[in-house]
C-alpha cells in the first residue's frame, strides 16, 4: 500500500487499542517493524528521529519505508520523530514523508504556537498531518525536582489554546513520561491526561512508551491515548539480539546473519508491543 497520513491512522477517541510507533534507524528495524505490523494485521507508524536521519539519511529511510509499505496489505505511516531543524523537516516533506512531528515544546509558549503554526501550513499544503508538543516531556538526563517535572506537565487549558491557534493534528501532551529507561516508577498523572482527552478533538500521543508495564499501557489508552511512541525498547531488543548471537557463535563474521539475529529479536519485540497495544476486554 501507498503510504498514509499519521492523521488517518488516529482517532481522537481510542476505542481500546492504540496505534504503535516505532523509532527505525536502518533497514533492519524498518523491515522488523513493518512485518511485525502485517503478521498482526494492525496499522503502524514508523518513525525517524533527526539523529536517525543524519545516520542513515532521509532518502534512504524514506525509500525503505516505502519500499516495505508496499510490500504489505496494512496502512503505514512515515513521520520524522521530535523535528525541530526546518530544513530538514522540508526534506522530509520533500521525500515523501506523509506526517511530521514539530517540537517546540522547548521554547516559551508563543514561540511554540509560532513555530508550530508555520510548519502546519508547509506540511498541510503537502498533504502532510503534524504532530507537535506541548510541555515538556522528560528526558533519561532529566534529575528535576517534583515542582519543577509539575511545572513541565501540559496545561489542559491552554492545550486547548494550542490546538485551536495552530492547526495541529496530533497533539503530544507531557504528563508524566519520559524517553528512555525510568529510574523509578514513573508517574503519570491520568487525571490531567483525562482532562486534557476531553477538552481538545485531536488525537493524542504517550511519548516515552518504552519500560512501562501493561497496567499502564493499559490505562492511558483508558485515558484517551491514541498512539503509543517506542523507540528505546526497540534499540534494547535490537543490541540484545547481536549480542545474544554473538555469544552463542562467537567466531561468526557474516554481517548478514549477525543483522538478521538483530532483525528477529527487533521483530519479536514489535509483536509483543503491538499485542498489549490493544485492551482485550474491549474485545480487541
Ligand atoms: O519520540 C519517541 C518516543 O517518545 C520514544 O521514547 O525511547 O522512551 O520509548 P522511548
Ligand atoms: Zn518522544
Known amino acids: 500500500m501507498a503510504l498514509v497520513t499519521a492523521k488517518e491512522l488516529l482517532t481522537p477517541k481510542p476505542q481500546g487499542r492504540a496505534v504503535g510507533a516505532f523509532n527505525v534507524h536502518n533497514m533492519e528495524d524498518v523491515q522488523a517493524v513493518i512485518f511485525a505490523a502485517e503478521e498482526m494485521g494492525t496499522p503502524v507508524i514508523v518513525m525517524a528521529s533527526e539523529s536517525a536521519l543524519k545516520y542513515a539519511g532521509v ?56 513555530v508550530t503554526r508555520e510548519v502546519v501550513e508547509l506540511a498541510h499544503a503537502h498533504g502532510v498531518s503534524v ?62 491526561l483525562k482532562e486534557i482527552a476531553s477538552k481538545v478533538d485531536v488525537p493524542l500521543v504517550l511519548h516515552g512508551g518504552s519500560d512501562l508495564s501493561v497496567e499502564v499501557l493499559h490505562e492511558t489508552i483508558r485515558s484517551g491515548i491514541s498512539k503509543i ?10 543490541t540484545n539480539g547481536i549480542k545474544a548471537y554473538l555469544e552463542e557463535n562467537p567466531a561468526e563474521f557474516e554481517p548478514r546473519k549477525v543483522f538478521a539475529a ?17 485492551i482485550p476486554e474491549h474485545g480487541n
Open 59 to 114: 532518502a534512504f529511510i524514506a525509500r525503505l519505508v516505502q519500499t516495505a509499505a508496499e510490500q504489505v496489505s496494512i496502512p503505514i505511516a512515515l513521520q520524522l520523530d521530535h523535528g525541530q531543524d526546518l530544513d530538514l523537516l522540508k526534506a522530509c516533506i520533500d521525500h515523501g514523508f506523509t506526517s511530521v512531528m514539530i517540537d517546540g515544546s522547548r521554547l516559551p509558549f508563543e514561540e511554540n504556537v509560532a
Open 131 to 192: 504532530e507537535a508538543e506541548l510541555g515538556r516531556v522528560g528526558g533519561k538526563e532529566d534529575d528535576i525536582s517534583v515542582a519543577a517535572h509539575e511545572a513541565f506537565l501540559t496545561d489542559p487549558d491552554q492545550a486547548v489554546e494550542f490546538v485551536e491557534r495552530t492547526g495541529i493534528d496530533v497533539l503530544a501532551p507531557a504528563i508524566g513520561t519520559a524517553h528512555g529507561l525510568y529510574k523509578g516508577i514513573p508517574k503519570l498523572d491520568f487525571p490531567r
Open 262 to 278: 538483530a532483525r528477529e529479536s527487533a521483530r519479536t519485540l514489535v509483536l509483543e508491543k503491538l499485542r498489549l497495544l490493544s
Open 229 to 238: 511512541n517506542i523507540g528505546t525498547d526497540l534499540k534494547y531488543a535490537t
